[in-house]
C-alpha cells in the first residue's frame, strides 16, 4: 500500500476511536504514531526530532506544573470565596463563579479549573437550596471559553502561537490590530449575558463565610515572570523554536525546588503524578499523525478542495472555516483537527488573498468553542458531567444544550463579528 493511504488509513482509524474510546486517547495517537514509523511512512528521527513540536510541548508540561502548583497555593480558592462574598444576590455570585473561572483559564488549563471551582459551586447551589446543574454547566463553558485567550491558555492556543510564530504579546496585539484575547473577551461579555438570563431566577440574598486562606504568593509571582518572559519570545526566539518551552520548564523545576525545600504541602511525586500526561502522550501522538499526512501531500489536497468551494470570496472562506470548526469540534477532539487545519487554512488565506490572521483566528474560534455545544466536545465538559453525576445528577445532551447552545452561539457569533471587522478589511 502506498505511505499516502497508509498515513490517511492510520489517521481516520485513530481519529475515529478518539471519538469512541476518548479515555485511551493517548495509547490510541502512540500507537497509531508507531504505525507510521513501523511502515516508513515517516522515519523514527524525523518523526521524534521534525515532526513533534517540542517546544509547544515544553510550554504545555511546564504550564501544567505552574498551574498545579498555583492551585495548591489556595489563590484561586481564596478569590472564588472573596467574589462570591462581594455580590448581593445568587445570581450575582453565580455569575461571579463564571466570570473568575474564566479568568483563572487564561493562565491554567481549564480541566484543573473547574475541579477547583466545582466544590465552590456545589457548596453555593446547597446553600441556596436550588440545583447546581446550570452553575456548572455554566463554569465549564466559561473555562473552555476563556482557555482560548492567551498562548498558556489551552493546547490549541498553544499549536496556534507554534504555527504562527506567535509570542504572548501577539494574543493581545498582532501586527499592530486587535488580536485573538480582544476577540474572545467579546464573545465572553455576550455569552455571560447569556447565562445572566439564564440564572435570572436566582435572586436570594448570599452569605458567605470565608475560610480559605491564601499559603503562599510564589506560584502566582512565577506565573507572572511566566507571562513576562513569554512577552519576549518573539524577539528572543523568532522562530518559536526552543524558548517558550525551554523557559516554562526552568520556571516549572524552580518551582518544584521551592515546593520540596520550602512550601513542603507534599510530595513533589504527587505533583507530577497530578500532571495531565494522557493529553501530553497524546499531543506527540497526533503531531506525528499529522505529520503523516502532511508529508503524503494530503494537507495540499484538502486546501485545494476548500479553495475550489469558495473560489475568491473572503468572507465565504471565513466563515466555512469557522462552521466547519464547530461542526466537527462538538463531537471530536479539537486538537488533531486544529494540526490539520492550520496548514490548510494558511494555504486557502494565500490562496483567496485574504489576511491569514482572518482565517487562522476564526480557525481557532470555531475548533475551541465549538467544543461547548455538546457534553462530549470538550474534555472539561466531560469532568463536569462525571461531577454532577458523582452528586446525583445525570445530565443529557438536551440539559447539556440548555445551557451550551445559547452561550456557544451567542460567544462565537460576537468574537466572529469582531475578527472579521477587524481583520476583514
Not at 506544573?65 to 462570591?84: D, G, H, Q, R, T
Not at 528572543?236 to 525551554?246: E, H, K, L, V, Y
Not at 503531531?287 to 494537507?299: D, E, Y
Amino acid at each position: 500500500m502506498h505511505s499516502a493511504w497508509i498515513s490517511l488509513f492510520v489517521f481516520i482509524v485513530c481519529y475515529i476511536l478518539f471519538t469512541v474510546f476518548p479515555s485511551r486517547r493517548a495509547w490510541t495517537a502512540c500507537v497509531g504514531s508507531a504505525l507510521l514509523i513501523f511502515t516508513g511512512v515517516l522515519k523514527w528521527n524525523d518523526a521524534l526530532f521534525r515532526v513533534v513540536n517540542w517546544n509547544v510541548m515544553g510550554l504545555f508540561v511546564g504550564t501544567l506544573v505552574l498551574a498545579e502548583l498555583f492551585m495548591l497555593s489556595k489563590v484561586p480558592a481564596a478569590l472564588a470565596e472573596w467574589f462570591v462574598d462581594k455580590s448581593r444576590s445568587a445570581c450575582g455570585a453565580m455569575l461571579a463563579l463564571c466570570a473568575l473561572s474564566g479568568i483563572i483559564s487564561i493562565f491554567v488549563e481549564n480541566v484543573a479549573v473547574v475541579l477547583l471551582m466545582a466544590p465552590v459551586a456545589l457548596s453555593l447551589a446547597k446553600r441556596l437550596g436550588i440545583s447546581p446543574v446550570p452553575l456548572l454547566l455554566g463554569i465549564s463553558v466559561s473555562s473552555n471559553l476563556q482557555g482560548t485567550a492567551t498562548m498558556t491558555g489551552d493546547p490549541p492556543s498553544m499549536i496556534l502561537a507554534g504555527s504562527m510564530r506567535m509570542g504572548y504579546l501577539d494574543f493581545f496585539i498582532y501586527h499592530g490590530r486587535p488580536s485573538i484575547f480582544f476577540a474572545v473577551q467579546i464573545g465572553a461579555l455576550c455569552s455571560l449575558l447569556v447565562l445572566a438570563v439564564l440564572f435570572r431566577k436566582h435572586r436570594t440574598l448570599v452569605t458567605v463565610v470565608l475560610q480559605e486562606k491564601i499559603r503562599s504568593w510564589m506560584p502566582s509571582t512565577l506565573l507572572a515572570l511566566l507571562i513576562i518572559g513569554l512577552s519576549f519570545s518573539t524577539i528572543i526566539d523568532p522562530t518559536f523554536s526552543w524558548f517558550a518551552g525551554m523557559f516554562t520548564l526552568i520556571l516549572a523545576l524552580l518551582g518544584g525546588v521551592w515546593f520540596k525545600l520550602i512550601a513542603r504541602w507534599g510530595t513533589v511525586k504527587k505533583i507530577l503524578q497530578e500532571i495531565d500526561w494522557d493529553t501530553t502522550l497524546f499531543l506527540i501522538g497526533v503531531f506525528i499523525l499529522v505529520g503523516g499526512l502532511t508529508n503524503s501531500g494530503w494537507l495540499q489536497r484538502i486546501a485545494n478542495g476548500m479553495i475550489y468551494i469558495v473560489g475568491t470570496n473572503t468572507v465565504l472562506a471565513f466563515t466555512i472555516v469557522v462552521l466547519v470548526s464547530v461542526a466537527i469540534s462538538g463531537f471530536v477532539d479539537n486538537v488533531p483537527f486544529l494540526l490539520i487545519m492550520m496548514p490548510v487554512t494558511q494555504e486557502l488565506a494565500q490562496k483567496v488573498a485574504a489576511p491569514i490572521p482572518l482565517l487562522i483566528f476564526g480557525l481557532l474560534i470555531g475548533t475551541c468553542l465549538g467544543g461547548n455545544l455538546t457534553p462530549i466536545g470538550a474534555s472539561v465538559n466531560v469532568v463536569t458531567l462525571g461531577i454532577l453525576k458523582k452528586h446525583g445528577y445525570s445530565i443529557g445532551f438536551r440539559e447539556f444544550f440548555s445551557v451550551g447552545l445559547p452561550f456557544t452561539m451567542a460567544a462565537i457569533l460576537s468574537s466572529c463579528l469582531f475578527v472579521l471587522w477587524i481583520w476583514g478589511a
